[in-house]
T-cell receptor
């Protein structure tokens, strides 16, 4: 699986949009971009995933650049409960490509 | 819909003692995973089950770790004997399974093990 690079930490003001970047310059054509987050003392929580089109669900939006070498997770109105470590993971689809390889992620701190 | 259930949430034992963790996956999920998470690190896969078969246990330290999923639903991960370095969070995840498309994994809250 392709390697990802994320900033170690970011701050965001409550109520503002949080934009979390991820670089995956070696991504291949059959690899998806997944985002999970982990709130303190909880297990990782699935947020969203995408292949090449932008995706949106009730939690967040995922913007993938046209060349697919980077992506941004957007939390449109961050709350204090969004403070967590956010993991960007690249994973090939189907077959034996089930393993999620977690890096160190980005610690997002939402401030009041 | 209930998520992945794990118990206990916390466990403190002395070194050389045995310990077991239990996981109940999301109903209908055929694939079950055990991950290990050390402090400040991301989770790392230990073992994956497809129904009752362990299809990838290459990262499981088999000298002291064992796992089972006898009826293809609940699973137990055991350590015997525990060592100081086993102190970590043990996470269980499940997914629908299958080889088509993506297969999103959903995680439980984890069991935090402290070995004294």
């Amino acid at each position: 699986d392709a390697k990802t690079t994320q900033p170690p930490s970011m701050d965001c003001a409550e109520g503002r949009a949080a934009n979390l970047p991820c670089n995956h310059s070696t991504i291949s054509g059959n690899e998806y971009v997944y985002w999970y987050r982990q709130i303190h003392s909880q297990g990782p929580q699935y947020i969203i995933h995408g292949l090449k089109n932008n995706e949106t669900n009730e939690m967040a939006s995922l913007i993938i650049t046209e060349d697919r070498k980077s992506s941004t997770l957007i939390l449109p109105h961050a709350t204090l409960r969004d403070t967590a470590v956010y993991y960007c993971i690249v994973r090939a689809r189907g077959g034996s490509n089930y393993k999620l390889t977690f890096g160190k992620g980005t610690l997002l701190t939402v401030n009041p | 819909e209930a998520g992945v259930v794990q118990s206990p949430r916390y466990k403190i034992i002395e070194k050389k003692q045995p310990v077991a963790f239990w996981c109940n996956p999301i109903s209908g999920h055929n694939t079950l995973y055990w991950y290990l998470q050390n402090l400040g690190q991301g989770p790392e896969l230990l073992i994956r089950y497809e129904n009752e078969e362990a299809v990838d246990d290459s990262q499981l330290p088999k000298d002291r770790f064992s796992a089972e999923r006898l009826k293809g639903v609940d699973s137990t991960l055991k350590i015997q004997p525990a060592e100081l370095g086993d102190s970590a969070v043990y996470l269980c995840a499940s997914s629908l399974g299958g080889t088509l498309g993506t297969d999103t994994q959903y995680f439980g809250p984890g069991t935090r093990l402290t070995v004294l």
